[in-house]
């Protein structure tokens, strides 16, 4: 009996020191990897840090119909001079432009080189609920439209466009020029419609020229299309009254005829 127990501690004993060496052996076998492996996330985090600071960097060149691109970090309170061309007008830098995205601070937005404040359509330019957020704070010419409302739809060569395609910009320029509620404020100097010192450009030049021979050239056929809708139109209505009165000469012929024979 004691031999017995005895070979039950010695077995017990065993048990311990194969599970205290198995515990050991998973230790040195797996500790390794832990540390591998902290130490590979460590290194991605990294990786992924520096890439989402690189990835910031485009973002913020970057857009879509529904999200505000980043504004050049500018002060919102910084004072700039006014500065004007020779012939009065004001001349506004991009700079103090892409401040003006709120209300706060007023709501600007400039088309072919002209600024315009537009605050009172706050509902559509506002940069936080807008629908045309993506217009404040830039010029944008070539998303009016085009509709593509990104950093590289807002490059685009106006020039390069065909005419048809182009009279909209200029439209569009039309309407804020004439605005009952929107105000001009100058020119956005250093652009690609108004040099540094506020003078227009040939480019605009070219463009307007363009655009309106082809709004005049549009309404030319809408004229003519409108003409030839009433001349058909007329034409339509004369043949009926053509009908009519034929129908009725026949009618008075029946009778006639209708009535002689009965005498």
């Given at each position: 009996m004691r031999a017995f127990r005895i070979l039950l501690v010695s077995i017990a004993q065993i048990s311990i020191s194969l599970h205290i060496l198995s515990s050991t052996i998973v230790s040195i076998s797996f500790d390794p990897y832990i540390l591998v492996s902290a130490e590979e996330t460590v290194e991605t985090a990294t990786?992924?840090?520096?890439?989402?600071?690189?990835?910031?960097?485009?973002?913020?060149?970057?857009?879509?119909?529904?999200?505000?691109?980043a504004v050049p970090v500018v002060d919102p309170n910084k004072v700039f001079e006014q500065v004007f061309a020779s012939n009065g007008v004001r001349v506004i830098s991009?700079?103090?432009?892409?401040?003006?995205?709120?209300?706060?601070?007023r709501i600007w937005l400039s088309i072919l080189g002209k600024v315009y404040d537009?605050?009172?359509?706050?509902?559509?330019?506002?940069a936080l609920k807008g629908s045309y957020k993506f217009y404040s704070g830039r010029d944008a010419s070539p998303c009016f439209s085009s509709?593509?409302?990104?950093?590289?739809?807002?490059?685009?060569?106006?020039?390069?466009w065909e005419d048809k395609k182009l009279m909209p910009v200029?439209?569009?320029s039309e309407f804020y020029q004439n605005h009952e509620t929107y105000k001009y404020l100058g020119?956005?100097?250093?652009?690609?419609?108004?040099?540094i010192e506020g003078n227009e450009l040939q480019l605009r030049k070219d463009i307007i020229s363009r655009s309106e021979a082809e709004k005049k050239k549009a309404d030319e056929e809408r004229e003519a299309k409108r003409k030839k809708r009433l001349a058909?139109?007329?034409?339509?209505?004369?043949?009926?009254?053509?009908?009519?009165?034929?129908?009725?000469?026949?009618?008075?012929?029946?009778?006639?005829?209708?009535?002689?024979?009965e005498l």
């Open positions: 990786d992924k840090d520096t890439d989402n600071e690189n990835s910031e960097s485009i973002d913020d060149t970057k857009t879509t119909e529904d999200t505000k691109p991009s700079e103090e432009l892409s401040i003006h995205v709120e209300k706060e601070h537009v605050t009172d359509g706050e509902d559509f330019y506002s509709g593509t409302n990104t950093p590289e739809g807002a490059e685009e060569k106006l020039e390069e200029w439209e569009w020119v956005l100097g250093g652009s690609r419609y108004y040099d058909d139109r007329e034409e339509r209505k004369k043949k009926k009254e053509e009908g009519l009165l034929k129908k009725r000469r026949e009618a008075a012929e029946k009778a006639k005829q209708k009535q002689e024979n």
